[in-house]
């Protein structure tokens, strides 16, 4: 079952914050978060696996609620380099990743 | 370390045709994954391997498409016919231990426009 993400799109200027969101109606083991930049490939973020836990890369930070099956991707003091899509995935059963729409942010100067 | 080859990049075919995408995952990486991502939405799991074997191929259109992972390395997926629905970018992807879980590296994609 397919994860929601929210916002759907996101307009920032660098230096900005921003919050991405995700949820699931089933119950979640683990959230993924992947970055996708315009005609290139998904790229790997980070893996949260516990309840409350918080991960980073670079000055992007996650946490994981599991009781309210819900993630957020936290992008502080954004930079130019962050424009991309963002997607959440959730694994299925047979522990392949079903993905979110994504949310579209544009980091302006 | 090599990533995941996709071959072609790109593909321009008429309705009806077949067309083959390829992929040689990343050296030891077991799980091999084939998404289809249409514009503008995220990517959508067609099948998945596990080494030479199918282990999830449930949103696969299997009247027209089908996949192959002989000797479980490179892996094939071929389109006969085309439709116009089917223009979007393919991706394989193979999985890579992380903690306690697995992580994805993705291919370059193959784009394919059906016209």
């Known amino acids: 079952q397919q994860p929601v993400q929210s916002p759907q799109a996101v307009i920032l200027r660098e230096g900005e914050d921003a919050v991405i969101n995700c949820s699931s109606s089933?119950?979640?083991?683990?959230v993924h978060w992947y970055r996708q930049k315009h005609g290139e490939a998904p790229v790997f973020l980070m893996i949260?696996?516990?309840?409350?836990e918080q991960k980073g890369h670079e000055k992007i930070s996650a946490s994981f609620n599991e009781k309210k099956q819900q993630s957020s991707l936290y992008l502080t003091a954004s930079q130019l380099s962050y424009s991309g899509t963002y997607f959440c995935?959730?694994?299925?059963?047979?522990?392949?990743?079903?993905f979110g729409k994504g949310t579209s942010l544009l980091v302006t100067p | 370390e090599a990533g995941v080859a996709q071959s072609p990049r790109y593909k321009i075919i008429e309705k009806r045709q077949s067309v083959a995408f390829w992929c040689n995952p990343i050296?030891?990486?077991?799980?091999l994954y084939w998404y289809q991502q249409i514009l503008g939405q995220g990517p959508k799991l067609l099948i998945q391997?596990?080494?030479?074997?199918?282990?999830?191929d449930s949103q696969l259109p299997k009247d027209r498409f089908s996949a192959e992972r002989l000797k479980g390395v490179d892996s094939t997926l071929k389109i006969q016919p085309a439709k116009l629905e089917d223009s979007a970018v393919y991706l394989c992807?193979?999985?890579?231990?992380?903690?306690?879980?697995?992580?994805?590296?993705f291919g370059s994609g193959t784009r394919l426009t059906v016209v």
């Open positions: 992807a193979s999985s890579f231990k992380y903690n306690l879980s697995y992580g994805y590296t």
């Open positions: 089933k119950a979640l083991y683990s």
């Open positions: 050296s030891g990486h077991a799980t």
């Open positions: 391997f596990q080494n030479n074997g199918v282990v999830d």
């Open positions: 995935g959730t694994l299925n059963s047979g522990y392949a990743l079903n």
């Open positions: 949260l696996l516990k309840g409350g």
